[in-house]
């Protein structure tokens, strides 16, 4: 969920915002689940649409709401989980290449680095397996345009 | 570095050890939200549709009251403006997009609503102002007919009621494609950029 919202918006506090309406949303369609799709692809499902209408929409902030979640210290890609520098960079910048996606190319893009396979991604967006195939084609080389330098065999 | 590493790189992103989520404040949010979510369709309701019960109610009684045929006909307005409302409304509640949907069906179903709403908000002369108006316009010539020995600064004052009532009409109609122009049609057509993008 996290690398969703940092997927969708690189301020904190739209960050922050968007995950706590992702996580609304999710318990609100627990009731709903009726097991006939996978949990992560569930969630990926509620998550993406959620962002979807988020951006649609008009950015609402949460006053006089109470903050559910805590980030420790901030949500910010954390370094120390990485092995070196350049993977470190190389995160960094894939984050902002992704957001320069159109909406449902930045969703496909993070589901496919979170490794979902091809029926997966194509169960959560409604699009055929072969279809999801040709996007992914078409992502990696724009990914590569973009991230020129810090990877050359994308 | 290739693809193969960078996914790597990016599954290796500790990021749920970095949220803590105060389940009890959540819950309360969960609940807030249902809350207000139904308190928003109850209070709209009450608005549109609890008006024109009102009004069908108070002209209904004073068309038997008065024995006012155009009062008869303005509560007919009011009562299927109403009625309108309340049928348009159930059957769009059953189409609403579920947010567990898949991307494509939740596109699917807000825009098949957004449409409807535009359907709604250019046609609102037809469902809405024209039966009032001409309910009003009956009332309106009825009382000319029976104040015609009254004089002339009557018939005018009320020709001129006449007028102020098209008029507002009219402003409410400007106001309902205003509605559709600002609102409606940039969410329309972001909708469709995103269906196109998953043709």
Not at chain 1, 97 to 116: E, T, W
Request: aromatic share 10%; charged share 20%; with cysteine.
């Amino acid at each position: 969920m996290l690398k969703v919202v940092r997927g969708c918006t690189a301020v904190p506090q739209d960050q922050d915002d968007l995950l706590q309406d992702i996580l609304v949303q999710i318990w609100s369609s627990i009731p709903g689940f009726r097991g006939e799709a996978k949990e992560t692809t569930w969630i990926y499902r509620v998550a993406c649409n959620t962002a979807m209408a988020w951006r649609r929409g008009e950015r609402r902030r949460r006053e006089g709401h109470e903050t559910f979640i805590k980030f420790s210290p901030s949500p910010q890609v954390q370094p120390s989980h990485l092995d070196s520098m350049p993977e470190q960079e190389a995160v960094v910048r894939l984050y902002a290449a992704i957001r320069q996606l159109p909406k449902v190319d930045a969703s496909l893009a993070l589901m496919h680095l979170d490794g979902l396979s091809y029926q997966e991604m194509a169960d959560v967006l409604g699009i055929s397996e072969n279809y999801v195939g040709v996007k992914l084609n078409r992502i990696r080389k724009q990914l590569a345009d973009q991230l020129k330098g810090a990877s050359n065999e994308l | 570095m290739n693809f193969k590493d960078l996914q790597k790189a990016w599954q290796s992103q500790d990021a749920s050890a970095q949220v803590t989520i105060n389940a009890d404040v959540l819950l309360k949010e969960v609940r807030r939200n249902q809350q207000h979510f139904r308190a928003g369709l109850f209070w709209r309701d009450v608005r549109e549709v609890g008006v024109a019960a009102f009004l069908t109610w108070l002209f209904l009684h004073w068309a038997i009251r008065d024995r006012e045929w155009p009062l008869y006909l303005l509560a007919l307005a009011c009562f299927s403006v109403g009625s309108f409302m309340l049928a348009d409304r159930w059957f769009q509640r059953k189409k609403q997009p579920a947010p567990s949907d898949s991307v494509r069906s939740c596109v699917e179903g807000s825009l098949v609503q957004v449409n409807h709403q535009i359907w709604l908000l250019r046609n609102v002369f037809w469902w809405y102002l024209l039966p009032i108006q001409v309910g009003l316009g009956a009332l309106i010539c009825s009382v000319v007919w029976q104040l015609r020995q009254a004089g002339l600064a009557v018939i005018l004052g009320l020709t001129g009621y006449a007028l102020v009532c098209g008029l507002l009409c009219w402003g409410v109609y400007k106001l309902n494609q205003y509605a559709v122009r600002k609102t409606l049609e940039p969410r329309r057509q972001e909708l469709e950029t995103l269906l196109s993008s998953l043709n």
